[in-house]
């Protein structure tokens, strides 16, 4: 199946000149973040990889934000995905956010329940934005509901902004991807070509489905064999077209099955980080609330500051000595990353006959 965007892999690769100054030893700032604008969730998804966060009311301050991120931009930051610990857009600034990051040169996501995006949201943003990302967990009202622990009304309400999201790309003539995302478990499988077919009528440019992850921090636990559902990447096949596919990450389902990370030490910390809804500057989104991968806050420094500080200088040393990958979620997010870095720390015999 088309992966155009490799969802199902990683782009570090195309990042030679960062990789490059890595290698050599230098300090390098991040290509890539995450940035949580609010604590607070109007869902309770049954697989929340963070509800150990607690949906706490936190904001972050607009112009603090838009501060740093201008910061950001002129460091080298290439990328911000809007998503963390709760829906986005409950912060009601998250617009002028998203306006103001893409100005600083820097590319612009959203990860969504997409119930909030509404039209004259969905008019502010989409020219400004890379991609957006709704989380659909369902192809019907009622499995949605149970899943997302929400009322079933917002399942129709979700597929009419993206469908008004698609008119909008269209009107302005954007760019910005528009895709829906169904995280596979047992409850909505019998339900995946339904969402297929939904999201494609939307107008949505394609629909990933992507394993379970699980941390152990977590309130929740599936145990899944995603070998069984392997029938649904060729039944799937059919949705394809030059205007909508679909994203089976046959890859992801495969590491988590294994039950093994796939790699044995985590390097991919310098090219990417995460700032929470209070404002802290986290190495790594799986281990929020761990004191060892707080850097700081941009509330008290600015971002350069935190990146070459020393908090941050103490904890790159002891992932690198002491961290126990089991605590780590299988299938992170960095996982691709990660096993590509080890392979230039440490490559193969016959490298050179290329």
């Known amino acids: 199946m088309t992966d155009q965007f490799r969802i199902d892999s990683h782009k570090l690769m195309y990042h030679v000149n960062r990789v490059k100054k890595w290698l050599d030893g230098e300090l390098i700032y991040p290509i890539y973040m995450e940035v949580s604008p609010c ?31 201008t910061e950001l931009g002129s460091l080298g930051l290439k990328s911000i995905m809007f998503a963390g610990e709760g829906e986005p857009f409950l912060h009601k600034q998250l617009s002028e956010i998203i306006v103001h990051t893409k100005k600083t040169g820097i590319d612009v996501a959203v990860t969504t329940n997409g119930v909030l995006m509404r039209p004259e ?16 967990n369902a192809g019907q009202a009622d499995t949605y509901a149970e899943i997302h622990q929400t009322q079933s ?40 070509e339904t969402l297929a ?8 440019d394609y629909l990933v489905v992507k394993p379970y992850t699980h941390h152990h921090k977590n309130d929740h636990h599936y145990k899944i064999e995603y070998s069984v559902y ?18 089976f990450r046959a890859r992801a389902m495969k590491l988590w099955d294994k039950q093994t990370q ?42 350069k ?46 490298v050179n006959f290329i």
Not at 48 to 62: H, L, P
Not at 161 to 190: D, H, M, T, W, Y
Not at 197 to 204: E, L
Not at 230 to 247: C, G, M, P, Q, R
Request: hydrophobic share 40%.
């Open 305 to 350: 500051e935190i990146w070459e500080g020393q908090k941050r200088a103490k904890s790159l040393k002891w992932v690198s000595e002491n961290l126990d990958l089991s605590t780590c979620k299988l299938n992170c997010r960095m996982g691709q990353v990660n096993k590509y870095l080890n392979e230039l720390i440490e490559p193969p015999e016959h």
């Open 121 to 136: 949201i969905s008019e502010k943003i989409i020219a400004s934005m890379a991609w957006v990302k709704v989380s659909l």
């Open 39 to 69: 604590g607070s969730c109007n869902h309770r998804c049954s697989f929340c990889s963070v509800d150990f966060m607690g949906y706490q009311k936190k904001m972050i301050d607009a112009g603090l934000l838009k501060k740093r991120i």
């Open 197 to 204: 077919q939904r999201s494609k009528d939307a107008g949505a």
């Open 153 to 192: 009304d917002d399942f129709g309400r979700v597929l009419k902004n993206i469908e008004f999201a698609a008119k909008v790309k269209q009107n302005q003539q954007s760019r910005c991807a528009i895709g829906v995302q169904l995280l596979l478990l047992p409850e909505n499988v019998e339900e995946v």
């Open 230 to 247: 392997n029938y649904l990447e060729k039944a799937l096949e059919k949705y394809n077209s030059d205007a909508f596919s679909v994203i």
């Open 262 to 303: 796939p790699v044995s030490a985590c390097v991919c910390l310098p090219f990417w980080s995460y700032i929470d809804a209070g404002g802290n500057v986290w190495g790594c989104s799986a281990h929020l609330l761990e004191e060892t991968f707080k850097y700081g806050s941009i509330k008290e420094n600015t971002f």
